[in-house]
């Protein structure tokens, strides 16, 4: 599983750098934008893997705390870009963090039934939409 975050995370950053270097630079909005999913990235990143194997961080609250660090990134993307679907897939993140947190460490099974609901449809489905609209207007 590690494999696949650090191979995830250079695909991702040679994407980044490609796109950059073919596009020429970014906007200071895109930078923040850029800059706002990066950091939720690291935050993620440090609390899933290295709060969880050090004990910091119990393994039912992870889920529920990167629910709130999306929900967060979505808010202030959608926020910046005036785009209120955005804004409001943070809501949606946020919901799910406050399901999570409620139900808490009673039913583990629940948390895992959860996130990837929050996952399919605040992360994937969107992102499958707004591709379709870049590549019918490019």
């Not at 202030?76 to 897939?89: E, F, H």
């Not at 809501?91 to 947190?101: D, I, S």
Request: contains cysteine; positive net charge; proline residues 2%.
């Amino acid at each position: 599983m590690d494999c696949l975050v650090v191979l995830g995370i250079i695909l991702t950053a040679w994407i980044l750098i490609s796109k950059c270097k073919a596009g020429g630079s970014l906007t200071f909005i895109g930078k923040v934008i850029v800059s706002t999913w990066i950091g939720c990235g690291i935050a993620v990143l440090l609390i899933s893997f290295i709060g969880s194997r050090t004990g910091a961080i119990h393994t039912w609250a992870i889920s529920p705390i990167n629910s709130t660090i999306f929900g967060m990134g979505f808010y202030i993307c959608g926020v910046i870009s005036s785009q209120k679907w955005c804004r409001n897939l943070g809501f949606g993140w946020w919901a799910g963090a406050l399901l999570m947190l409620w139900i808490g460490d009673t039913d583990m099974h629940w948390d895992f039934a959860i996130m990837p609901l929050l996952i399919f449809f605040f992360l994937l489905v969107p992102g499958i939409i707004i591709f379709f609209k870049e590549k019918r207007s490019a």
